[in-house]
């Protein structure tokens, strides 16, 4: 079997089964892209992935993970502003961190062209929301491919580089969990690896480049001619707008995206299925298409994920044009929400046609209930001491405020730490708010490394300026841990190799923060002792509780054959049976028979040994490797 980097290396055309990420790095290959910039975020983390299997000598562009994904924009824009072809990719809220710079993207003759990929998340698989980037699109003037599968990932990313180069324009490439993470066979062209021209193209005065009060209009005006210019390029696209005819006069699905392979799996068993038509750009809509497909049609069914947006627009559509055709839309809150699966897809066409479809084959179920399995902390993350100490120091009334990361998963029992939770870098400036009229309720924020450098520094600065009395306990664990251990300003290394690292407490003394502990996560005592002198102190006060992911360490350790296998042991002599290694120390390798007995799973166990000092009967021991 071929490794991934011979796969993407390869020269000729050929056919191989990838999934969605993976296809849109060789895309970005044959087609020529020069820069792409990133932050981490799923459902996108595995192009990086991809690009990361390619050596370093072989890669054919530069890529980097920014500091955010307002960063990563920024640094592709300006490469391809000089002439270099550029693509940057994050998740679907990442959008809201780039949204300041990317609104005005549509505004710039971009030289060199540049795609924007969206990892949007229908269904909030791995998001604090399910938004609906298509929005981001009607606001900014920037047209949006939409593929259903790997190989139209492939195929329409080169299609986007291609009429983002020529109209210099901007184009958004929105891809959804089910694409990027879906399976397919795909056949890829031939890869012309050739050195690139690396000339920079940059002139100054020829456009408006500043967007001040007297050509910010000027620019607009050019962004919506320039659309006007995409929608004449893509008119007779037909791949892009696909019609598939069932002769069927009556009825009419519009879909696009993932949900059109659900409609095809549901219409598979359909003795009479309706007309289709099928969108691969979903902004700015082909009119044209539209019109004579819905004139043709008594009966049409919008059928999209998320928002009735496409919904809004082909009704208005009809109303312009008098185009007499019943469209059916969203009918439940429910339509609004989730991922359209083929079940979703069914159940929505069974109420809008009841005779379309056979009935629907049952699959008998298990009478057997697994218990559930709620999201938990890895055996021996340094979190877990943290969150058991803070919770012995805090009363029941004070407030702990989360922040996106591994440690937002303290807010399940047993921890119950940290009640509110906003977007990524809020808490600092979200414990102030508590923090004002507040003599009584002691407020505590957590920020995790790779956000405090993503968007936490703003809101310490606000704390200080504006002498707000909140503590924040900073958890470094090195990584960016829970999108696949992705390096920041603070690992010492970057995508490319070493750098130097820029440590926490050096920031917060630039900024003027005075009152600095740290300790190690493991050291609940001292950690505790910590947390009670910050929390009585006046104006900003910080602790650094420093471990490293252990997920991470153990997989390094054992790639590199110097783990050691060390074990938790149970001196059953000595055990209370207080269980509170497991309701309050909460680590999954305690495992128990009805109350019974306290034993060890010696499959999650990783022998760090940071529960020892939770059991107050001292019946926990730590069996090290000869």
Request: with cysteine; glycine share 6%; net charge negative.
């Given at each position: 079997?071929?490794k991934?980097n011979?796969i993407?290396?390869q020269t000729d055309?050929?056919?191989?089964?990838v999934?969605?990420?993976?296809?849109?790095?060789r895309?970005?290959?044959?087609?020529?892209?020069?820069v792409v910039?990133s932050?981490?975020?799923?459902?996108?983390?595995?192009?990086?992935?991809?690009?990361q299997?390619?050596p370093?000598e072989?890669?054919?562009?530069?890529?980097?993970?920014s500091?955010?994904?307002?960063?990563?924009?920024?640094?592709?824009f300006?490469?391809?502003?000089?002439g270099?072809t550029?693509c940057?990719f994050?998740?679907?809220?990442?959008?809201?961190v780039?949204a300041d710079?990317?609104?005005q993207?549509?505004?710039f003759?971009?030289?060199?062209g540049?795609v924007?990929?969206?990892?949007?998340?229908?269904?909030?698989?791995?998001?604090?929301?399910?938004?609906?980037?298509?929005?981001?699109?009607?606001?900014?003037y920037?047209?949006?491919?939409?593929?259903?599968?790997?190989?139209?990932?492939?195929q329409y990313?080169?299609?986007?580089v291609?009429?983002?180069?020529?109209?210099?324009?901007p184009?958004?490439?929105?891809?959804?969990?089910h694409?990027?993470?879906?399976?397919?066979?795909?056949?890829?062209g031939?890869?012309?690896n050739?050195?690139?021209?690396?000339?920079?193209r940059?002139?100054?005065g020829?456009?408006p480049l500043?967007?001040?009060?007297?050509l910010?209009l000027?620019m607009?005006r050019?962004a919506?001619?320039?659309l006007?210019?995409?929608s004449s390029?893509?008119?007779?696209?037909?791949?892009?707008?696909?019609?598939?005819n069932?002769?069927?006069?009556?009825?009419?699905?519009?879909?696009?995206?993932?949900?059109?392979l659900?409609?095809?799996?549901?219409?598979s068993?359909?003795a009479?299925?309706p007309?289709?038509?099928?969108l691969?750009i979903?902004?700015p809509?082909p009119?044209?298409t539209?019109?004579?497909?819905?004139?043709?049609?008594?009966?049409?069914?919008?059928?999209?994920?998320?928002?009735d947006?496409?919904e809004k627009?082909i009704?208005?559509?009809?109303y312009?044009?008098?185009?007499?055709?019943k469209?059916?839309?969203?009918?439940?809150?429910d339509?609004?929400?989730?991922?359209?699966?083929p079940?979703k897809v069914?159940?929505?066409?069974q109420?809008?046609?009841?005779?379309?479809?056979?009935?629907?084959?049952?699959v008998?179920?298990s009478?057997?209930?697994?218990?559930?399995?709620?999201?938990?902390l890895?055996?021996?993350?340094g979190?877990?001491?943290?969150f058991?100490a803070?919770?012995?120091?805090?009363?029941?009334?004070?407030?702990?405020v989360a922040?996106?990361g591994?440690?937002?998963?303290?807010?399940?029992?047993?921890?119950?730490?940290g009640q509110?939770?906003?977007?990524?870098g809020?808490s600092t400036?979200?414990a102030?708010g508590f923090s004002?009229f507040?003599t009584?309720?002691k407020?505590?924020?957590?920020?995790?490394?790779?956000?405090?450098f993503h968007?936490g520094?703003p809101?310490?600065?606000n704390?200080?300026?504006?002498k707000?009395n909140?503590t924040?306990?900073?958890?470094?664990?090195?990584t960016?841990g829970m999108?696949?251990?992705?390096?920041?300003?603070g690992?010492?290394k970057?995508f490319?190799?070493?750098t130097?690292a820029?440590?926490?407490?050096?920031?917060?003394?630039?900024?003027?923060?005075k009152?600095i502990?740290?300790?190690?996560?493991?050291?609940?005592?001292k950690?505790?002792?910590?947390l009670?002198?910050s929390?009585?102190?006046?104006g900003l006060s910080v602790?650094?509780a420093?471990?490293?992911?252990?997920?991470?360490?153990?997989?390094?350790?054992k790639?590199g054959?110097?783990y050691?296998?060390?074990k938790?042991?149970?001196?059953?002599?000595?055990?209370?049976?207080?269980?509170?290694?497991?309701s309050?120390f909460?680590?999954?390798?305690?495992?128990t028979?009805?109350?019974?007995k306290v034993?060890?799973?010696e499959?999650?166990?990783?022998g760090?040994?940071s529960c020892?000092?939770?059991c107050?009967s001292k019946?926990?021991?730590?069996?090290?490797?000869?």
């Open positions: 079997m071929k991934l011979e993407l290396l055309s050929f056919s191989e089964v999934i969605g990420n993976t296809a849109i790095v895309a970005m290959m044959e087609s020529g892209v020069r910039t932050y981490p975020g799923s459902p996108t983390p595995e192009i990086a992935n991809a690009i299997s390619i370093a072989q890669r054919p562009f530069y890529f980097e993970f500091v955010n994904e307002k960063v990563a924009t920024e640094l592709a300006g490469a391809a502003m000089n270099h550029s940057v994050f998740k679907s809220v990442g959008l809201n780039a710079s990317f609104i993207l549509g505004f003759d971009i030289k060199g540049m924007v990929v969206l990892g949007d998340d229908p269904g909030a698989l791995s998001s604090q929301n399910e938004q609906d980037n298509r929005h981001y699109a009607r606001m900014s920037i047209p949006v491919f939409e593929p259903a599968s790997p190989t139209e990932a492939y990313f080169k299609l986007a291609q009429y983002s180069r020529e109209l210099q324009m184009v958004i490439f929105r891809m959804t969990t694409v990027c993470h879906g399976k397919e066979k795909v056949n890829f031939k890869w012309d050739k050195p690139h021209d690396t000339t920079p940059f002139e100054k020829k456009t500043i967007p001040i009060t007297t910010a000027e607009k050019k919506l001619e320039k006007n210019s995409f390029a893509i008119k007779n696209a037909s791949f892009l707008q696909h019609i598939i069932n002769n069927s006069p009556e009825k009419g699905i519009i879909t696009s995206g993932a949900t059109f659900s409609l095809m799996d549901v219409l068993t359909c009479h299925p007309d289709i038509l099928k691969g979903t902004y809509l009119i044209d539209l019109a004579e497909f819905l004139s043709t049609h008594k009966e049409v069914k919008i059928l999209e994920e998320l928002d947006i496409l627009e009704k208005s559509l009809c312009d044009r008098n185009i007499q055709c469209l059916i839309g969203k009918s439940s809150i339509d609004w929400m989730g991922e359209y699966t079940d069914y159940d929505i066409l109420r809008t046609w009841a005779n379309l479809l056979p009935e629907k084959i049952f008998k179920q009478t057997h209930i697994s218990p559930p399995r709620p999201p938990q890895c055996p021996g993350c979190h877990r001491p943290v058991t803070t919770r012995k120091v805090l009363s029941e009334n004070d407030i702990t922040d996106i591994c440690h937002t998963l303290g807010y399940l029992p047993p921890h119950n730490v509110i939770l906003l977007s990524m809020h400036a979200t102030c004002l507040n009584e309720r407020v505590v924020a957590f920020l995790g490394d790779s956000t405090f968007a520094i809101g310490i600065v704390a200080l300026f504006n707000h909140v924040l306990v900073v958890l470094p664990n090195g960016t999108t696949g251990h992705q390096d920041h300003p690992s010492g970057n490319n190799g070493e130097s820029i440590t926490i407490r050096q920031v917060l003394e630039g900024l003027g923060v009152n502990r740290e300790t190690g996560a493991y050291n609940q005592s950690y505790a002792e910590h009670e002198a929390i009585n102190e006046e602790i650094i420093e471990h490293p992911c252990m997920l991470k360490k153990t997989k390094e350790q790639r054959e110097t050691k296998n060390n938790i042991n149970i001196l059953q002599e000595n055990c209370d049976l207080l269980l509170t290694c497991i309050s909460a680590c999954p390798s305690f495992q028979e009805k109350g019974k034993w060890v799973h499959d999650l166990c990783i760090d040994g020892i000092q939770t107050e019946a926990i021991k730590l069996k090290k490797e000869k």
